[in-house]
């Protein structure tokens, strides 16, 4: 891999100027759901109830001590 820096612009000079192609098939997506794809998700479902109950659960040991006991 070279560093000079006018190879980059050598290599696409051609294709550099062109308009963006435009599909006939497809219309183009909303940028709703565009934005989608980027979105966080939850890649454990379920994980962030269990820590919070786990913390409930220390809190109240930490509160009550020995005392504490889970009536659920």
């Given amino acids: 891999m070279s560093s000079d820096p006018n190879l980059a612009g050598?290599?696409?000079?051609?294709?550099?100027?062109?308009?963006?192609?435009v599909s006939a098939k497809h219309?183009?997506?909303?940028?709703a759901d565009r934005a989608a794809q980027f979105a966080p998700f939850a890649a454990l479902s379920g994980h962030d109830d269990m820590i919070g109950e786990r913390l409930h659960?220390?809190?109240?040991?930490?509160?009550?001590?020995?005392?504490?006991?889970d009536l659920d």
């Fill in 10 to 21: 050598n290599l696409y000079a051609d294709i550099i100027d062109l308009p963006r192609p």
């Fill in 27 to 31: 219309p183009p997506m909303p940028m």
């Fill in 57 to 69: 659960e220390h809190t109240m040991q930490i509160e009550f001590g020995d005392q504490y006991w």
